[in-house]
């Protein structure tokens, strides 16, 4: 029995490499995805009022509105820390800027 004890400390510490690089390469594809989105937002700020501008809008405020709706699940589930409120209230006030673009 004291044999098993030190194979399954180093598993259970493998494992949890595992997972943790496995939360890096996922961050790290995220990243890229957002790297994108920002690039888009950045070459569109100046066009004018289109219907393409206008879908961008709104698919950011709904993406948005969910990241912030979900931040504020997870912190009252306890899953996370108050160090998410800060992206919370940043997401919301990005929804109210996207929106106050597409009324414009």
């Known amino acids: 029995m004291r044999n098993d004890a030190p194979r399954l400390r180093t598993r259970a510490t493998r494992d949890s490499r595992s997972a943790e690089h496995k939360g890096l390469v996922v961050g790290r594809r995220l990243g890229a995805a957002y790297l994108g989105i920002a690039i888009l937002q950045f070459f569109g700020r100046s066009a004018p009022p289109s219907d ?4 961008i ?5 709904v993406a948005l509105t969910l ?3 979900f931040g ?3 912190f009252g589930a306890g899953r996370v820390g108050k160090g998410i409120l800060p992206s919370v209230v940043l997401e919301v006030l990005l929804t109210i800027g996207f929106v106050l673009a597409l009324v414009q």
């Open 52 to 55: 393409i501008r206008s879908v």
């Open 57 to 61: 809008c709104v698919a950011m405020s």
């Open 67 to 69: 990241l912030a709706i």
């Open 72 to 74: 504020l699940m997870e």
